[in-house]
């Protein structure tokens, strides 16, 4: 019923004058009025209209009073009915009023009784209404509680976690099904027993720690203790717990079983690398000098025999013992370039800044000897500083420069350039050269780099020319193990940078490298 | 104190090609001092101290300079040159260690043990009698060792 709208009246009377007396009457008092003289009728108007009240006479042929309320009440429990006698019984008017009537009114009516009657009535009517509406709202709201139950519910016991409410007496109070699935006991064993009862003994003194903490309003984060699962075995839990100073805890746990195995198993794993790496320590270190000893045996009476009875050889057996000692000091070479090599993984980096300019002002003075006698040019713009391990970088551009040195041997005056360009940081790697106009990136990181204006290299085989004992030109035209890029490669990778070359036939080389952290 | 018994070098050197060559070595740098070979460590610490079979000697007539190899039987080379410089009588005895070893904790044990030098045996054979030639002239020659 709409508060402010005018309720609407059902007026049923079988004598037509009172009837629309009555209509006139309540309609001067402001209410919408609909008469009729037969109760069939007012059911069929009934059907299709909503009314606040029905106002009827007892005494109707067809259908009584009593008759039409109950079935108007039916269509509409909130209705309220009010009935005429005018004969004067009131053992019908209690019969009517038993019958849903809401009250009774005498003919012949009075104004003054009919209208507070109508009013009080309507009165009703209104806070039948309104509970109506209160009764669906609680509805409602049970509803949504019920809905919100369901998906806290819901969420409890899908959860993946294992999520519990223990009580300050030792016994769990609720436990959601995960508990059953990580430990294999039913919902009613775990609730049954106390659940330290579940503790693996050397664990109880800490869990009791643990609750005890709670009680004084810490939060356990974390903690870790050993729950039997029904076949016998124990698992690892992780719990974090909280307590609402309620005498409840609230916790979540995870079994962390594999968790921890996986961990020890990773210590062993790296003790045993550790191991392994002690072990071929020590086995290159009896490889290096068990191995140098017979070639130095080698070399040496091979030059003996050339010395003491050189003269009496005809040349072609000193040619070839002169091969027997370049074999021999070859494989000591290469004997101290694996060395080298693989000592290079094993070696901690110590990464300092470093005067990159002197680092190569140092290996240019190593590289003396190589220098000797020869026409260089060297050409060295300002280097900025790096960050990186010392000696491992001095290999580095020892490597390098010296590699500039020996194939550039052949040229009258070798003129060797070293110094560094921005390169942009997705660029170019010896996996991946730079591809022709590559755009600008934004980021850009510092690439030093080597010159020279030897022989260089077909680009067609630059993806070989880090790789261990790959060399890219013949032995006798110049010599070398085919291990120092490798050295150089795998020292940059160490320093998360990247190397690579470019180079043409005849047009010498330029090898590259970018070592990490090193922005412009 | 005969003088046929003095030696200017004791060699303590295992393998005996390189005995060979290092003797060949400071044959061809003129060096033709008495040059005495201990073939492994017990030997040198008992030429050294005048024991066992060297019982006859006395530590004056000791050699000028030790060459000592590291990789030894029975008592290792950084031993003996432990004991060498760990003894009042023979610490001012000049060691020079010639290994084929460039490991760095070999050099770094040998200097902290006193070692006066530590050369590494090249393969190359006239690397190598370089070495052995420049060694004999710097301790023999050119050094002064003190008076005993």
Same mark, same amino acid.
């Given at each position: 019923m709409n508060v402010t709208a005018r309720p609407r009246l059902l007026i049923v009377d079988d004598e037509v004058a009172q009837m629309t007396a009555l209509c006139n009457t309540l309609e001067d008092q402001g209410y919408v009025t609909t008469g009729l003289t037969s109760a069939n009728q007012a059911l069929a108007v009934l059907r299709g209209q909503e009314f606040d009240l029905v106002l009827t006479d007892l *005494? *109707?042929?067809? *259908?009584d009073g009593i008759a039409l309320l109950r079935a108007a009440l039916e269509m509409d429990a909130n209705l309220v009915g009010i009935v005429m006698t005018g004969h004067g019984s009131i053992d019908t008017a209690v019969e009517a009023m038993q019958g849903g009537a809401l009250d009774y009114i005498q003919k012949p009516f009075k104004l003054s009784v009919i209208v507070p009657v109508v009013a009080r009535a309507l009165g009703v009517r209104r806070l039948r209404i309104e509970n109506a509406e209160l009764e669906r709202r609680v509805r409602e709201h049970a509803a949504e509680l019920a809905a919100a139950n369901q998906e806290r519910d819901k969420f409890f016991d899908t959860s993946l976690d294992m999520l519990c409410i223990a009580k300050s007496d030792g016994y769990f109070k609720r436990l959601n099904p995960s508990f059953t699935e990580t430990l294999g006991w039913s919902m009613e064993e775990l609730l049954e027993r106390p659940f330290i009862d579940f503790v693996h003994s050397d664990d109880r003194d800490s869990t009791l720690r643990e609750v005890e903490k709670q009680n004084l309003g810490e939060a356990v984060l974390n903690f870790e203790n050993r729950y039997q699962h029904k076949d016998g075995s124990w698992r690892w839990l992780s719990w974090r717990s909280g307590s609402l100073r309620d005498g409840l805890m609230y916790a979540t746990a995870r079994d962390v079983t594999q968790q921890r195995q996986t961990q020890a198993d990773l210590l062993e794993r790296t003790s045993q690398l550790e191991a392994a790496n002690k072990e071929l320590e020590a086995f290159s270190y009896s490889v290096s000098h068990d191995l140098r000893s017979p070639l130095r045996t080698i070399d040496g009476f091979s030059k003996a025999v050339l010395e003491d009875y050189g003269a009496q050889l005809p040349p072609e057996a000193q040619r070839h013992l002169q091969f027997v000692r370049e074999g021999a000091q070859q494989m000591g070479a290469l004997i101290d370039d694996l060395l080298t090599f693989s000592r290079l993984s094993r070696q901690p980096l110590d990464r300092r800044t470093l005067d990159t300019a002197r680092l190569v002002n140092q290996s240019l003075d190593e590289l003396r000897p190589q220098q000797q006698g020869r026409q260089i040019e060297l050409r060295m713009v300002e280097l900025p500083p790096c960050r990186g391990d010392p000696s491992l970088l001095k290999q580095v551009w020892i490597n390098l420069l010296s590699n500039a040195l020996k194939y550039s041997s052949k040229r009258e005056t070798a003129i060797i350039e070293v110094g560094a360009v921005p390169a942009p940081v997705s660029g170019a790697s010896v996996d991946a050269p730079p591809a022709a106009g590559t755009a600008a990136s934004t980021n850009h990181e510092i690439a030093y780099f080597v010159r020279d204006n030897g022989v260089g290299f077909d680009m067609r085989y630059a993806h070989k020319l880090f790789g261990v004992f790959q060399r890219l030109h013949r032995a006798e035209d110049y010599d070398g193990t085919g291990v120092g890029l490798a050295i150089v490669h795998r020292i940059i990778h160490r320093h998360g940078g990247r190397v690579w070359a470019e180079a043409a036939v005849d047009r010498g080389a330029t090898f590259y490298f970018t070592l990490e952290g090193t922005n412009t | 104190m005969s003088d046929t018994n003095a030696v200017d070098i004791l060699l303590v050197e295992d393998n005996p090609k390189d005995v060979e060559l290092t003797l060949r070595a400071f044959r061809k740098a003129n060096l033709t001092n008495r040059i005495h070979v201990a073939r492994d460590g017990a030997e040198a610490l008992d030429f050294i101290f005048c024991e066992g079979a060297h019982a006859a000697r006395t530590i004056e007539d000791g050699a000028k300079v030790v060459l000592l %190899?590291? @990789?030894?039987? @029975?008592? %290792?080379g950084l031993e003996v040159l432990q004991r060498i410089k760990g003894d009042p009588r023979t610490k001012i005895i000049p060691v020079v260690v010639l290994t084929s070893s460039r490991e760095q904790c070999d050099v770094v044990e040998s200097y902290q043990l006193g070692v006066n030098s530590y050369i590494v045996k090249p393969v190359n054979f006239e690397r190598f009698a370089e070495a052995v030639e420049h060694l004999g002239l710097y301790w023999l020659l050119m050094n002064q060792p003190p008076k005993v």
């Open positions: *005494m *109707m042929p067809e *259908m | %190899d590291l @990789k030894l039987p @029975k008592v %290792d």
